[in-house]
């Protein structure tokens, strides 16, 4: 079984420098590594992807994050597992990513949470956090890899077409 998609970055090879560019961004040290990892997981929980769940879950174990906090991600709002910061992270990704009746997604109230444990550099990290993990929402969507995969095991060979 493969991924509908051949790999991306057989077929994108700039896909690779822009990979790198997003993780350096992402891990210029002024947020923990574990709240971007929380945030992505969250991410996929909500576009309801299961590869993405499955990759963050599986990153998220293996930088030693319990059970607990792993499956609380969900249900972030009345888990006992996360900080304040993590919090105001978790909101901004769920702000973000689902549509808001009242019109404005991040409000000043939720800003001002946030910049209440983030400084400007921590915020502009957060920002891009969600649009790394947003950037390949659709290639999972669409090229459908495996969950638990490696990209070596799944990636449909390129066909050229």
Known sequence: M????PNPLGLIP????LTRALFQVTGNGSVPQTTIGLMQLRAGQIVGNT????????????????????????????????????????????????PSAGG?????E????????????????LAMAIGQVTFYIPLALIGKPLPGKSPAE??????GA
Request: hydrophobic share 40%.
């Open 110 to 125: 939720l800003y001002a949470q946030a910049a209440k444990h983030y400084d400007d550099k921590a915020r502009a990290t």
């Open 154 to 159: 799944q990636w449909a060979p390129a066909t």
């Open 2 to 5: 493969n991924s509908r998609l």
């Open 51 to 98: 590869y993405l769940t499955v990759l963050h879950t599986g990153a998220l174990r293996r930088a030693g994050e319990s059970e607990e906090r792993i499956t609380a991600v969900a249900s972030w709002q009345d888990a006992p597992y996360f900080t304040e910061p993590e919090r105001a992270a978790l909101a901004l990704v769920e702000a973000v990513l689902k």
């Open 14 to 17: 700039e896909l690779k420098d």
């Open 104 to 108: 404005e997604r991040v409000s000043d």
